[in-house]
């Protein structure tokens, strides 16, 4: 049952606010098998650790730098410099018309002293951890919104592979897999950037469930919203859709998102999620913001 991939989704994201070094430091220590980077770019070309474009539900930049939103309202990571980004708080996520925490019983809103870091912190960090500990946690990095960026007259992936390839993850076989939502942009990392990492396309539709076969032209697995795997409840017992076995039959792992031990939807307890997605739906993995309960409950 080992042969399961877990994933710390946004860090342990479950415990304290996540993509903050402190929720890498957590996730590295719960023994996960990769630790989840999602990447924007700052205005000087940065790739930064942070799941939005926006700055203004996880960081005070509203208190801050209060003229630089834009016409909608919003605050941009694109629209500053990796120094001014290191002077934001960072908090739990919070709804910013309301200032309310999205996750109640999560970790204070406003507590702590984090901050935005980059995609080469957080490489520096986690070898060096694998390093101390004797470890070989990977990464597993997201281009965020790879449109909005060339819109702003930015290529995010090229950047990105950059770094990646310089500390060491260039080949299917180092500790890194590379994930998107737009398929478009992980075809074109794979065939015109000629990456040759671990490419999982990332979904979370129906319709993107019937395109495996394209899919499996250039990447290696996918990562479905969990609930495209689900059919319906029978007598109280979960049917499955045919995803993880139209996946496998191609050869793509699934790892698909999110495990949260605090939003169960149709599940009565976090042990039964994992169960049923895990064991008898078969998935090869997943994210979870509760990266601990996931490794105790694959040892048993």
Same mark, same amino acid.
């Given at each position: 049952?080992?042969?399961?991939?877990?994933?710390?989704?946004?860090?342990?994201?479950?415990?304290?606010?996540?993509?903050?070094?402190?929720?890498?430091?957590?996730?590295?220590?719960?023994? &996960?098998?990769?630790?989840?980077?999602? @990447?924007?770019?700052?205005?000087? *070309?940065?790739?930064? &650790?942070?799941?939005?474009?926006?700055?203004?539900?996880?960081?005070?930049?509203?208190?801050?730098?209060?003229?630089?939103?834009?016409?909608?309202? $919003?605050?941009? &990571?694109? *629209?500053?410099?990796?120094?001014?980004?290191?002077?934001?708080?960072?908090?739990?996520?919070?709804?910013?018309?309301?200032?309310?925490?999205?996750?109640?019983?999560?970790?204070?809103?406003?507590?702590?002293?984090?901050?935005?870091?980059?995609?080469?912190?957080?490489?520096?960090?986690?070898?060096?951890?694998?390093?101390?500990?004797?470890?070989?946690?990977?990464? /597993?990095?997201?281009?965020?919104?790879?449109?909005?960026?060339?819109?702003?007259?930015?290529?995010?992936?090229?950047? &990105? +592979?950059?770094?990646?390839?310089?500390?060491?993850?260039?080949?299917?076989?180092?500790?890194?897999?590379?994930?998107?939502?737009?398929? $478009?942009?992980?075809?074109?990392?794979?065939?015109? @950037?000629?990456?040759?990492?671990?490419?999982?396309?990332?979904?979370?539709?129906?319709?993107?469930?019937?395109?495996?076969?394209?899919?499996?032209?250039?990447?290696?697995?996918?990562?479905?919203?969990?609930?495209?795997? +689900?059919?319906?409840?029978?007598?109280?017992?979960?049917?499955?859709?045919?995803?993880?076995?139209?996946?496998?039959?191609?050869?793509?792992?699934?790892?698909? /998102?999110?495990?949260?031990?605090?939003? +169960?939807?149709?599940?009565?307890?976090?042990?039964?999620?994992?169960?049923?997605?895990?064991?008898? #739906?078969?998935?090869?993995? #997943?994210?979870?913001?509760?990266?601990?309960?996931?490794?105790?409950?694959?040892?048993?």
């Amino acid at each position: 049952m080992n042969s399961k991939t877990v994933i710390a989704h946004r860090g342990a994201s479950g415990y304290l606010p996540e993509h903050t070094i402190a929720s890498k430091i957590m996730a590295h220590a719960m023994n &996960v098998d990769f630790i989840e980077q999602d @990447l924007v770019l700052s205005k000087d *070309d940065v790739p930064i &650790v942070i799941h939005d474009i926006y700055l203004d539900d996880v960081t005070d930049v509203a208190k801050k730098f209060k003229d630089r939103k834009r016409v909608d309202g $919003r605050y941009y &990571v694109i *629209d500053f410099t990796l120094d001014e980004l290191k002077t934001l708080i960072v908090t739990e996520r919070f709804n910013p018309k309301t200032g309310k925490q999205v996750y109640s019983n999560r970790f204070p809103i406003w507590k702590g002293n984090f901050k935005l870091h980059s995609l080469q912190e957080e490489i520096e960090l986690i070898q060096s951890l694998n390093k101390t500990t004797g470890k070989n946690i990977g990464i /597993y990095p997201e281009i965020k919104n790879p449109a909005f960026h060339n819109n702003e007259g930015k290529d995010i992936s090229t950047i &990105v +592979l950059k770094i990646l390839s310089e500390n060491g993850y260039k080949t299917k076989k180092d500790r890194c897999i590379l994930q998107c939502f737009d398929t $478009r942009e992980l075809e074109r990392i794979r065939k015109e @950037l000629q990456s040759n990492l671990t490419l999982v396309q990332l979904i979370e539709s129906v319709e993107e469930t019937k395109q495996f076969k394209h899919f499996a032209n250039y990447a290696d697995g996918v990562g479905p919203w969990y609930k495209l795997m +689900l059919s319906e409840i029978v007598d109280e017992k979960f049917t499955f859709t045919s995803l993880v076995n139209d996946a496998h039959k191609l050869g793509l792992v699934v790892h698909p /998102y999110t495990f949260r031990a605090d939003q +169960l939807a149709e599940f009565d307890s976090f042990e039964q999620m994992m169960q049923v997605i895990l064991i008898e #739906g078969k998935a090869d993995g #997943g994210f979870t913001d509760f990266p601990d309960l996931m490794v105790n409950f694959l040892k048993h």
